[in-house]
């Protein structure tokens, strides 16, 4: 048995990513963090052994109470993905002084843990130099690209594998703590294999969350519900030893036609885990405040809510001046009032009821931009069996990349896909993107396409045994010219109990167009998905932090409560056929994380709808419908 401290452990390389920087000195960013490592034969000797260690503490001060009017907030040079802190157009608070109507609200999400089936597990060996690790991740290149650096190797001389993954939803987007500390552990094993599995509980503070928002919405418009102002300020937390700054106010830079627009955003810096990408981050929590906001402005101008939005449709993208690459908003709004019975629905709250129970419409508008990422190869061989093996470094946490890509592969060889043999998720296959931002599919689909031209090119439909071509996929011409984004429409109906306050989802669908769809069955299930995801969190989660201790108390199944069978009744998707010229040669945009992007504002909508409560602070519990 080992025990591995900050006194005897190995001395990082790079030190610059603190959250990865464990064991290198005493002190302690937030709890939860990594002291220290017991090395055993078997896990229960561990867990007894690191029962048995004894830490002292020299206490300090901590803060990990996030509020909007914290002291220490700021404002980060840009905000994820690479977008501006702060935008501004036109005088928008001239605009709000001026307006007929103004809808001035405030907008809570609360801390979300991304909680996949699978926990995050690392087995690292070390074989001479070269460190091999079988690891839960969405991107096997991206954990050598990162965690090379750190541990002072060559990337090289770094293995990466994990063909199969049990869920991410973006916690496994990048490296955690657990796996630098996986390899220094298996130095001291004697070449034995090592293997560290996060528990549940240590998923809450050492694998990512979704921070918490609070978003300051003003809308400003005159009394047919026109825009002339939209202003949201956005204030988030962020953990001390690094920073993640959410890009939650930049969908509201493209989504209606207002000529005068601000948006800001402002982190409260805390002694806290380190907040990280989840599913849809930025445009899921940002959805929820001003797609609320504009269900109050269409209510207070006497203007159903999908008129309101197709009044506010813009002509081109409002922030950059780009023609949208495809934009078709209003089609989805008419297509799902039209599917969901939309008509039915009664502009006065509390009018329709069913014995004890109040029942609501509502509906909110779904976006995510494209991206496609050209770091991408793929290789073809044409074996002696007459098969074809393809292969990339792409990863498949049960969104479908085994099935999808083996049809896109068989379709540009022109041969079935029984003769598709795929192989994915390893670092000794072609470079390969992380499986994050919806841009998967159309990102390895655009470098199996490229092989499969060079392949065919090259060899003809009949290849000689041994065969063999590589390629690189290309960057997207479009990406600049073009506003590339999914947009769709969510709609909900609830059922709330007048004496319990007791809600539930009786029917809920969304209408999504993502380009060319590659598999109906597939994405039919990841849209539903999403918008699973996207009732637990209109309904259920929220991970409570004790800032007496810098603690979620809530940190397992038992209390942090996620979507069951029983939680869902009536889900359906569906999507109107869209071949996007822009998006690349496959005509697909991403599909995995507009599901659940404004189905809680839907659902809060409806809720309204039901009972005349505006609850503009989420998760949407019982006690906040007794009345």
């Known amino acids: ?257 207002a000529p005068n627009r601000r948006t800001t955003h402002r982190l409260a810096p805390l002694d806290i885990p380190v907040p990280s990408w989840m599913r849809a981050p930025g445009e899921c929590p940002h959805m929820f405040g001003p797609e609320v906001a504009m269900d109050e402005l269409a209510q207070a101008c006497g203007v159903d809510p999908i008129e309101l939005r197709i009044r506010n449709e813009p002509g081109i993208d409002p922030e950059s001046g780009n023609r949208f690459g495809s934009r078709h908003l209003i089609n989805y709004l008419r297509a799902g009032a039209g599917r969901f019975g939309w008509e039915q629905r009664n502009p006065r709250p509390r009018a329709r009821t069913d014995k004890d129970w109040l029942i609501g419409m509502g509906v909110a508008a779904s976006t995510y931009p494209f991206r496609r990422q050209p770091a991408n190869a793929a290789s073809v061989a044409f074996g002696n069996d007459g098969i074809y093996t393809v292969q990339i470094g792409a990863a498949d946490i049960g969104t479908g990349t085994w099935t999808v890509q083996t049809q896109i592969a068989a379709d540009a060889l022109q041969v079935p896909v029984e003769r598709i043999h795929l192989e994915i998720g390893d670092t000794a296959l072609p470079q390969a993107s992380v499986a994050g931002g919806s841009t998967g599919t159309a990102s390895w689909g655009a470098a199996i396409l490229a092989v499969a031209g060079a392949f065919r090119a090259q060899f003809g439909s009949n290849p000689v045994r041994g065969a063999r071509a590589q390629a690189q996929g290309s960057a997207n011409p479009d990406q600049e010219k073009f506003a590339l984004h999914s947009f769709g429409a969510q709609f909900a109906q609830v059922r709330i109990n007048a004496d319990t306050g007791e809600i ?97 504002a839907a659902i809060a909508n409806a809720a309204y709808n039901a009972t005349g409560l505006r609850i503009r602070d989420l998760p949407l519990t019982a006690d906040k419908f007794l009345f």
Not at 211 to 231: E, N, Y
Not at 577 to 596: K, M, Q
């Open 1 to 257: 048995m080992t025990v591995l401290t900050h006194f005897n452990a190995p001395k990082s390389a790079d030190t610059a990513d603190a959250e990865l920087a464990i064991l290198q000195d005493a002190n302690v960013g937030f709890r939860g963090q990594f002291i220290g490592a017991v090395l055993a034969r078997t896990p229960e000797i561990a867990r007894e052994a690191a029962a048995l260690v004894h830490v002292e503490y020299e206490p300090e001060e901590h803060d990990a109470r996030f509020r909007p009017d914290h002291p220490g907030l700021y404002a980060p040079e840009q905000v994820n993905a690479g977008f501006p802190t702060d935008t501004s157009s036109g005088d928008a608070d001239a605009a709000l002084a001026d307006a007929a109507v103004v809808v001035d609200q405030t907008y809570s999400t609360p801390p979300e843990h991304n909680n996949p089936m699978e926990p995050h597990t690392t087995v690292a060996q070390w074989v001479g130099r070269t460190l091999t690790l079988y690891d839960s991740t969405q991107g096997a290149h991206t954990v050598r690209q990162t965690g090379a650096p750190v541990l002072g190797l060559d990337p090289a001389d770094v293995h990466v594998i994990s063909p199969h993954v049990g869920g991410g939803f973006g916690s496994k987007g990048m490296p955690h703590a657990h796996v630098v500390l996986a390899a220094p552990a298996a130095k001291c094993s004697n070449g034995r294999p090592v293997k560290f599995a996060l528990t549940r509980q240590q998923m809450f503070s050492l694998a990512g969350y979704r921070t918490p928002t609070i978003a300051r919405v003003r809308l400003a418009a005159d009394d047919g519900g026109k825009l002339s102002a939209v202003v949201v300020d956005v204030v988030e937390q962020t953990s001390k030893i690094r920073e993640f700054a959410e890009q939650t106010a930049v969908p509201s830079r493209m989504m209606c036609a």
């Open 504 to 600: 539930r989802v009786s029917r809920m669908l969304g209408v999504f167009s993502a380009g060319r769809i590659i598999n109906p069955r597939t994405a039919r299930s990841r849209f539903i998905g999403g918008m699973t995801m996207g009732i637990g969190m209109a309904l259920h989660e929220n991970s409570v932090m004790d800032p007496r201790f810098g603690i979620i108390v809530n940190h397992d199944f038992a209390e942090y409560h996620i979507p069951t069978n029983a939680d869902i009744e009536d889900a359906d998707a569906i999507w109107l056929e869209d071949h996007d010229e822009h998006a690349g040669p496959l005509g697909a945009r991403g599909i995995g994380e507009i599901g659940i992007v404004g189905a809680a």
